[in-house]
C-alpha cells in the first residue's frame, strides 16, 4: 500500500484519536438535542468543550504548525559551516530508550538518537574535530546512552580518538552543563546537535550558562505545504502534539527555573 495513501486515509483504521473525535461528537450531539432533562444534558457544554480540543489536538494541521513554530528557530547551517574555519568540536545531546533482557539492561536509540548520531558524523567528516557525546544514563546498571551513540559513530567511519562521552546528564540543561565542565577549553568552533525541536531550549540553556555554541538542528518533524486532508484529525498528529507539548512545558519550565 501507498505510504502517502496511508497517511492520509488509512488512519479510519487505526483506533484511538480519530475514534475518541467520532465518539466525543456523537455524546455531543445526543446530549445537545435529547431534553434538559437526560442525563448528558447537563454534560453538554463539557463534552462540547472536549470535542473541540480533542478534534484540535488531533488535527495535523495544529500539531504541525506547533512543531514548525519551534523547528524554524535555529535553521541548518549550510552555509556558515561551508565558512567555518579553524578548531570544532561538537556537542551532541543523547537521546534513547531501554529494554529489559534476560541478561539485563539494552540501550536502544530511538529515531532521534539515530539522526543525531548521523547528523553529527556527516558534520564532523566535514569539518573534522572532536565529537562530544553527552547524557542520558539508564537502568539499574546506569549504562548512558552517549555510549552507544558514540560506538555506532565509530561504525559510521569517526575515528575513536575523536569522541568525547558524558554519561552522567539526565536532561538538556545537565547535557550541557556537564559539557561546559567538561570542555575546559573550548576551541574557535562549537556545533550543538540534537533535534530540531528540542534547539530552542538547548540554545536558550547553552545562552543561559555563556556557552558558546553554534546550532546544528537535526531530525525535522515538521512539514510544510499539507495538503486539504490536514484539518482532519489522525493518529499521527497526537504524536506531533506530544512533541511540541513537551518542549513548550519544558521551555516554561526552565524559564520557571531560571535556566534560560
Known sequence: MDTLFFEDYGQIFLPLSVYLVLVLAALTYFAF????????TR??????????WSYLGNMPLVANSLVNSLESQY?????EVARSTGDHMI?????????????????????????????AVDLW??????????GLPIGE??????RQMAYIATTMGVDPE??????????????????????????????????????????GVAKKLGFK???YPSDFHGQYNMGWTSIFPNNSAAANLQLAGHEYIGIFYYWLRGRL
Request: charged share 20%; glycine share 6%.
Open 43 to 52: 454534560w453538554r457544554y463539557v463534552l462540547l468543550l472536549l470535542l473541540v
Open 213 to 215: 555554541a553554534k546550532p
Open 141 to 146: 546498571q546506569r549504562a548512558a546512552v552517549a
Open 125 to 134: 567528516k566535514r569539518i573534522g574535530g572532536t565529537i562530544v557525546f553527552t
Open 91 to 119: 556537542v551532541v545531546l543523547s537521546t534513547g530508550d531501554f529494554r529489559r533482557t534476560k541478561s539485563g539492561i539494552a540501550i536502544k536509540l530511538n529515531a532521534s538518537g539515530w539522526e543525531r548520531t548521523k547528523a
Open 162 to 203: 575523536s569522541i568525547l562521552v558524558e554519561e552522567e546528564a539526565r536532561n538538556t540543561y545537565e547535557n550541557i552543563q556537564n559539557a561546559v565542565a567538561m570542555i575546559k577549553n573550548p576551541p574557535e568552533n562549537v556545533w550543538l546537535v540534537t533535534s530540531a525541536i528540542n534547539m530552542p531550549r538547548a540554545m
Open 33 to 40: 438535542r435529547r431534553d434538559i432533562g437526560h442525563r448528558l
Open 75 to 79: 535553521p541548518v547551517a549550510v552555509t
